[in-house]
């Protein structure tokens, strides 16, 4: 097994790795996914699929787990309903550099519907990233025929994604002056921060490459050392009382969606501002 990357917060759990993930993996990150019957705070009106049998009718599709992740609960007996996350890739992009991945979202507790939303796997610094306004999110209710519901749902967003390519190929052929890229960066840190006076860090902490090859002017490149640093965490700073801390991976699975949907479009609106559209 080739693990990369195991999450444990307060909020949730995840992991990804890269090859496909089996049910045993699965179970042991998001048991939710097999839950036998809903929570009991459902009513009739609920149609009940497992999202394992979900999953199942998406991978005789080609569609393969690469991430799961599921939220924690406080409440006692509601643990193994909560809401879980898996990204998804077709077995014919297994290998990409950037390869497109389906984000599915869902609970058995009545917090969510089915969910599903394209999202981008980069590689070279293992970033997962959800494609802003690109494309809509396709909510499924639990109702009908919910399996088929989501694999008419999974192919919308494949046929959709040339509309990301479109989307990255605009972030990776604009060029960002300097002061420029500082501006996208304090943008994103008030994404993070409601003060982004009290951050704990500096927009050029968002700035600063993990690896050599992001040191690039383009806007992709810029978008990822910023995605990469708010949503993996570990920069070191100070507290608006001037303790010394580090900063935190975003681990919750609604907090992880939102704010790389908004970096998304934030570094969508900044072509768009470049190419002189608004």
Same mark, same amino acid.
């Given at each position: ?19 496909p993930l089996d049910n045993n993996q ?122 088929? &519901?989501?694999? #008419?749902? =999974? ?7 040339? %509309?990301? /390519?479109?989307?990255? !190929? ?15 960066a304090e943008a994103a840190l008030s994404?993070?921060? &409601?003060?982004? #006076?009290? =951050? ?7 700035? %600063?490459? /993990?690896?050599?090859? !992001? ?64």
């Open positions: 097994m080739s693990r990369l990357s195991t999450t444990f917060g307060s909020n949730s759990i995840s992991y990804r790795q890269n090859t699965l179970f042991r990150i998001a048991p939710s996914i097999f839950a036998e019957q809903p929570h009991e705070s459902r009513t009739s009106r609920y149609t009940y699929i497992p999202t394992i049998e979900v999953l199942n009718g998406l991978k005789k599709e080609g569609f393969l787990p690469f991430m799961v992740a599921q939220s924690r609960s406080r409440i006692e007996g509601k643990s193994e309903y909560t809401k879980h996350m898996l990204r998804l890739r077709h077995e014919n992009s297994i290998a990409d550099e950037e390869a497109n991945e389906i984000v599915l979202i869902n609970s058995h507790d009545g917090t969510s519907s089915y969910q599903m939303m394209a999202g981008v796997f980069r590689f070279v610094c293992q970033n997962g990233m959800v494609c802003g306004d690109v494309m809509e999110d396709i909510r499924v209710p639990h109702r009908g025929n919910v399996v088929h &519901d989501v694999i #008419d749902a =999974a192919y919308t967003i494949v046929d959709g994604f040339d %509309t990301v /390519r479109n989307s990255i !190929d605009g972030m990776k052929s604009t060029l960002l002056l300097p002061e420029e890229s500082e501006v996208f994404l993070k921060y &409601d003060d982004p #006076d009290d =951050a704990p860090i500096t927009a050029h902490q968002l700035l %600063t490459p /993990r690896r050599w090859d !992001d040191k690039k002017d383009d806007l992709w490149s810029s978008f990822n050392r910023v995605q990469e640093n708010i949503m993996k965490g570990g920069l070191r700073g100070r507290t608006a009382t001037g303790k010394r801390t580090s900063t935190r991976a975003v681990q919750g699975i609604d907090s992880n969606v939102k704010l790389n949907k908004a970096l998304w479009i934030l570094a969508d609106k900044m072509v768009a501002l470049k190419q002189g559209i608004i």
